[in-house]
């Protein structure tokens, strides 16, 4: 398996890069997991919420009084019963210039997706709350709905707000170098038209909420299954009018799949503690898969229309591409579209650039981050180009991306745009060339055309797509850990993040067993409740091995000198005679004078009641710490697909899928590559399988996992996977994320692969996902 | 599902049932309409069992009943009267993992987990049935089931492992 390049000077490294099993799995293998509907909420009344079946309409009237006649429901709260808490839920990303639509925790007037919450019906049971929801009644004025960026942008059609006067959330353009003259005197421009439609995150655990407010310490319990336990604490503090520490945020121990949406806020999270102070009775509520397909945030809705401009050679010159965004009913952030605008020029020098966003509110439920966010979009498109201008001037697809690549000593290599933290779009490190060269060496490109034309020859179509990106991770603001020598001297590390599946309790135990010295069995992690470390951000945007990494390194490495210093205080020797190991402190040049881990938590934390301690003795052993990223730092990669295609039925086989990844140094391989074969599986699905369809009206047309095709363990093929190592200059342990990096890529390189193989036929794949369908009018539909 | 109001307390309206749940029979008093998987997580208190989708199609909440792969979101607890009930509690023994279990976390076959035992579930019984000796066979065996996190490679790497040792079981002895 892969295996640590340089990881920092003078370091000795004994469990940060070993693909160590993880410790989370005996729980979860045994079904003793503690997944939020697990915990035993017995006493808990539960909750069940009416939604808009109508994509556009205005609540006339809601009438509740036949379902609280019902046996067993305890009480119905609409917006009306709410009016304190009917505030707007802001988005994590804005722009000065967004046209700004307030975003309720439950409709008010006018519900503006299918799936927007208008009632919580609270009950003994889900079974009576759900018979509740239909004996409520409810008069609409249906509306006119809004159903696709295309839609929102018709001249007088309607409008997505009743009162708005336009359906743009935000127009944005960010230009590099001069791109219009650029056009006008580049040798070759050609352009087109790309399509990404809607799917989702599809965690196979929904969402979930459940709280109970203590009347003695007047303290607010929430258990919320979410990526962002310290940001939803923040949201309710701010809504509530109470203080930080009123709110205690536990994100389970275990959180079946995040994925994106459950970064997002809702107004479930807020109704819902917010029921249970008015009740004073514990209340908890939990997603149905239904409820998931209506009511979390998805993504990848956009419509692209490109230009490059490139000489005889081959050389990029210029990249316009004009985007249309589909945000969804309300802004819940401009991460994903901002993020798509700086993804575009990918791993290729490109001296002019203009990347132009159109974001459209729709009658939809809102899009916001989810496992790319924003990137395979961007990555979709740049990458067709790529193998477009290829295609113009009769070259292999790998010869136009090496002539265009950003060379390893080009770094740091400032883009000209900005990134999605704010912050300059300048990649920090990477080894673009040693990406595709990897791929081009596995893959055997030679071979491959002589395989191609032979089975073209058998009237079998047969294609290669490659697709390059880089990936902005490890972003701001912060991340924090605390690390503890606890009195019984082991060492407990603290994240303010919480894991939905990443193995933290294993990664963060090698960091911090390294950056001490002890023995990794003394090393426990936990996780996800804002009463144990005051302050974090959360696990999204591939961000937590680069920020809490360093944060679990650097208060290890405090508290390590805290370490040495009582050892030296108590053995009388200087601090640089000593070392540390196992679970003792100890003289080198006499290793049986030693004290143990539980002598230096007796004497620094239990401590003698009332007894003065040496002046040079460090107590409270506890080290909390807080890392700040400059910028992101840029992971990167390279897919590379052999797909058949049946002209026949449209049906696309994968022949052979690779996948090339730098994240900089590997906390755990073994994590790391299963983030990538995941994230790999989710490309597939994004390229050829998953579609959320809607009606003309805004009606969904795929509510279950019979209309809306998750991938198999058939449709998923175990690809090849090789590393390429550069580490970050700008983080301690030289980490970059690696939870998007196997989904990003994928959905260009299969687009490319099947436009290979239908070369023949002089198919253009403009659309995805690559159904059946689409595949056939690809091959039979065209001019 | 509408209600019929005039009898307005379907609480009433319970059974008597006698099921076998990983070895041990027990007598339950259980609600007409509560499904079995709520039965086994919410009665029985067994939470190891999930729901991911409640329509029968994602396998998170597969037991085992009666030797057969079953959904239990899709049975009524009532249905499974006079039925012997294996859900993923009783795979490990004494703390012990099984060895299927011990290859998934070798091949690092599960990341959040949720599905997990369902995986688990539909594998025994799919291996009571025979051996999975080859990679489509393995895909095959997992593809009633949905997994969001891993992309199944490192489940397929665990159920050929734990084929190929009791091949070699076999074989040594």
Redesign the interface.
């Known amino acids: 398996m892969s295996q640590i390049s340089e990881i920092k000077e003078n370091l000795t490294v004994t469990n940060i890069g070993r693909g160590m099993?993880?410790r989370?799995?005996?729980?979860?293998?045994?079904?003793?997991?503690k997944?939020i509907?697990?915990l035993p909420f017995s006493d808990f009344y539960e909750a069940a919420i009416l939604r808009s079946p109508h994509a556009h309409a205005r609540v006339v009237s809601i009438d509740t009084e036949?379902a609280l006649?019902?046996?067993?429901v305890i009480a119905i709260y609409t917006a009306a019963d709410l009016e304190p808490i009917m505030k707007d839920l802001p988005p994590k990303v804005s722009h000065p210039k967004l046209n700004y639509q307030i975003r309720l925790p439950m409709v008010k007037e006018y519900a503006n997706y299918v799936g927007e919450p208008i009632a919580v019906v609270v009950a003994e049971n889900r079974?009576?709350a759900?018979?509740a929801l239909?004996?409520i009644e409810i008069e609409y004025e249906t509306l006119p709905a809004v159903a696709s960026t295309h839609a929102a942008l018709r001249k007088g059609g309607p409008k997505v707000h009743i009162g708005s006067e336009s359906n743009v959330a935000v127009h944005i353009i960010q230009k590099a170098g001069d791109p219009e003259a650029a056009l006008k005197t580049a040798p070759h421009v050609i352009r087109e038209t790309f399509k990404i439609t809607r799917g989702g995150?599809?965690?196979?655990?929904g969402r979930g909420v459940a709280a109970r407010f203590d009347p003695i310490t007047q303290q607010l319990t929430v258990w919320d299954n979410t990526q962002a336990p310290h940001y939803v604490r923040q949201m309710l503090a701010t809504i509530y009018g109470m203080t930080e520490d009123e709110i205690r945020l536990i994100a389970p121990q275990?959180?079946?799949?995040g994925?994106g949406p459950k970064a997002q806020f809702y107004g479930e999270e807020v109704v819902i503690p917010w029921i249970v102070m008015q009740m004073k009775h514990p209340v908890k509520w939990v997603e149905?898969?239904w409820e998931n397909f209506i009511s979390a945030t998805m993504e990848r809705s956009q419509t692209h229309r490109v230009e490059v401009g490139f000489d005889e050679d081959g050389h990029l010159l210029v990249l316009k591409d004009v985007f249309e965004h589909d945000q969804g009913a309300y802004c819940v952030g401009l991460q994903v579209p901002t993020i798509t605008m700086s993804t575009l020029p990918g791993p290729y020098v490109i001296p002019n650039i203009h990347s132009e966003l159109i974001s459209c509110y729709t009658n939809i439920v809102p899009t916001s981050s989810l496992r790319g966010a924003g990137r395979p979009q961007a990555v979709t498109v740049m990458e067709r180009m790529m193998d477009r201008i290829a295609e113009h001037l009769g070259m292999e697809p790998a010869e136009i991306r090496r002539r265009n690549l950003i060379q390893p000593d080009q770094f740091p290599y400032a883009v000209g745009l900005l990134f999605r933290d704010g912050s300059p779009l300048t990649y920090d490190s990477g080894n673009y060339p040693a990406l595709l060269e990897g791929a081009v060496d596995r893959i055997d490109i030679v071979k491959f055309r002589r395989d191609q034309a032979e089975a073209r020859s058998q009237g079998r179509f047969l294609g290669l797509g490659l697709s390059m990106y880089v990936e902005g991770t490890g972003i701001g603001p912060y991340e924090g850990a605390r690390v503890r020598l606890t009195n019984s001297g082991k060492i407990l590390v603290t994240l303010a993040a919480s894991p939905?599946?990443?193995?933290y309790e294993t990664v963060y135990a090698q960091v911090a067993a390294d950056a001490i010295g002890v023995d990794i069995d003394l090393v426990e992690v936990r996780h996800g409740d804002t009463s144990s470390i005051p302050y974090g951000q959360g696990t999204f945007a591939s961000r937590v091995t680069a920020t809490a990494g360093p944060a679990v390194w650097e208060a290890s490495e405090l508290l390590k000198s805290d370490l040495l210093a009582v050892a030296a205080s108590l053995l009388k020797c200087d601090v640089s005679s000593l070392a540390l190991s196992g679970n003792s402190v100890f003289i080198e040049s006499e290793p049986e004078r030693r004290v143990l881990l539980y002598d230096i938590a007796l004497v620094s934390n239990v401590g003698r009641h009332g007894m003065s301690v040496p002046r040079d003795l460090p107590i409270a052993i506890e080290r909390t710490a807080y890392f700040k990223p400059v910028q992101a730092v840029y992971s990167s990669g390279i897919s590379a697909v052999i797909v058949e295609v049946d002209p026949e039925t449209g049906k696309i086989e994968i022949l052979k899928s690779l996948l090339g990844h730098d994240c900089g140094n590997v906390l755990n391989p073994?994590?790391v590559?299963?983030q990538i074969?995941?994230?790999?599986?989710?490309g597939i699905g994004n390229a050829i399988y998953e579609e959320a369809r809607y009606s003309e009206d805004g009606q969904p047309q795929a509510v279950?996992?019979?209309d809306y095709a998750?991938p198999?363990?058939?449709e998923?093929p175990?690809?090849e996977l090789f590393h390429v190592f550069s580490p970050s200059p700008l983080n301690p342990l030289g980490v970059k994320g690696a939870g998007e990096g196997?989904t990003i890529p994928v959905p260009g390189a299969v687009a490319n692969a099947v436009e290979d193989a239908l070369r023949p036929f002089g198919s253009r794949i403009c659309e995805l996902p690559l159904t059946p369908e689409r595949v056939l009018r690809a091959i039979y539909d065209h001019d | 599902m509408a209600v019929d109001e005039s009898r307005a307390d379907p609480v009433e309206d319970k059974s008597w049932i006698s099921v076998t749940i990983n070895g041990s029979k027990q007598d339950y008093l259980v609600e007409q309409r509560l499904s079995l998987a709520d039965f086994i997580r919410n009665q029985v208190g067994l939470k190891g069992t999930h729901l991911g989708c409640e329509h029968g199609s994602c396998g998170a909440c597969t037991v085992i009943i009666d030797d057969r792969a079953v959904r239990s979101c899709l049975m009524f607890a009532v249905q499974s009267d006079g039925s012997s009930i294996e859900t993923v509690e009783g795979l490990a023994i004494d703390g012990v993992l099984s060895p299927l279990q011990e290859s998934f976390q070798a091949n690092h076959a599960l990341q959040c987990g949720f599905c997990t035992s369902g995986f688990l579930m539909s594998l025994v019984a799919r291996l009571r049935e025979g051996p999975i000796d080859t990679e489509s066979e393995a895909r095959e065996a997992l593809s009633g089931n949905i997994c969001r996190c891993t992309g199944y490679s490192g489940m397929v790497a665990a159920i050929l492992e734990q084929s190929n040792s009791i091949q070699g079981i076999k074989e040594n002895s």
């Open positions: 099993i993880r989370e799995d005996p729980r979860l293998l045994t079904g003793q997991g997944f509907d697990d036949r006649k019902l046996s067993g079974y009576i759900e018979d239909d004996l995150g599809h965690s196979i655990e275990d959180i079946g799949g994925f149905d898969r939905q599946g990443q193995g073994m994590i590559e299963g074969l995941g994230g790999h599986a989710h279950s996992y019979l998750l198999t363990a058939i998923v175990t690809p196997g």
